[in-house]
C-alpha cells in the first residue's frame, strides 16, 4: 500500500453491496466503513484523515447528491465516487460539477473502482499536505514581529539591504540581522525559497496586504 492509502467509506442501502464494496476494497488493502444510508454516514463522528467515499446515488431518505450538498456546505475535502444503477449524464455532470471524484454505473466493474478510489485518495493525500503545509507556513509567519514582517515584504520585492536600510530608516547592520531572522523563522535558506513559501500564503510583495495587520 502506497502513502496516499487510506480508509474507504461506503454508504449503499443495499447490505449485500455494502458487504461486496467492501471485501473487495479490503482485498486491495484499505480501510474500509460500511453505511446504509447517508443520514447514518452523517452522524459519524468527524473524520480528519487520508480517506474517499463510494456513495450510492438513490437511496431514502436522503440521496447521495443531497449528501454531497450537506458535505459541500460542511466545506469536506473528502473525495466521492459516486455509483448509481439509475443514474444518466446529466446527473453524472451535475455530481461532477459539485465536485465528484467520479461517477461509476452498477455493476461497477471492480478494475474501474479500485482504480478511482487510488486517485481519489493520492488527490486525497496531496490535499492534505498542502493545506498542513500551508498551516505551518502561516504558523511561521506569526512569529515575525511587524519590523520583520516589512523586511519581508521588502525582499520579497528584491531590495538589497542598503535599499531597505533607506527604505525603513534603519542601519544596514540592523536590516541583516533582521533579514536573518526572517529566513530563520520562515525556515528558508534562500530568497527564491522565501518567495514560494510566501507565495503559498499570497503575499508576493511589500505592496501585496499581509493576513494580519500590523
Not at 105 to 128: F, G, M, N
Amino acid at each position: 500500500m502506497d502513502e496516499s492509502a487510506g480508509r474507504v467509506f461506503v454508504v449503499d442501502n443495499d447490505a449485500s453491496v455494502c458487504r461486496g464494496l467492501s471485501r473487495l476494497l479490503h482485498s486491495a488493502g484499505y480501510e474500509t466503513e460500511s453505511f446504509h444510508s447517508a443520514t447514518d454516514y452523517l452522524e459519524r463522528e468527524h473524520f480528519d484523515d487520508v480517506g474517499c467515499l463510494v456513495l450510492d446515488i438513490h437511496m431514502p431518505p436522503l440521496s447521495g447528491i443531497e449528501l454531497q450538498l450537506r458535505l459541500n456546505e460542511q466545506r469536506s475535502d473528502l473525495p466521492i465516487i459516486f455509483l448509481t444503477g439509475h443514474g444518466d449524464l446529466p446527473m453524472g455532470v451535475k455530481a461532477m460539477r459539485r465536485g465528484a471524484e467520479d461517477f461509476l454505473t452498477k455493476p461497477v466493474d471492480e478494475e474501474a473502482l479500485l482504480d478511482a478510489v487510488q486517485r481519489a485518495l493520492a488527490r486525497h493525500h496531496s490535499v492534505r499536505a498542502e493545506r498542513l503545509e500551508s498551516a505551518d507556513a502561516q504558523a511561521r509567519l506569526d512569529t515575525l514581529t511587524p519590523r520583520e514582517l516589512e523586511v519581508l515584504r521588502c525582499i520579497l520585492d528584491g531590495a538589497i539591504n542598503k535599499k531597505i536600510a533607506k527604505d525603513l530608516s534603519i542601519s544596514e547592520k540592523t536590516v541583516k540581522a533582521h533579514r536573518a531572522k526572517v529566513m530563520a523563522k520562515m525556515a528558508a535558506s534562500t530568497a527564491a525559497e522565501l518567495g514560494g513559501i510566501c507565495a503559498s500564503l499570497d503575499i508576493t510583495s511589500k505592496t501585496a496586504p499581509l493576513n494580519r495587520p500590523y
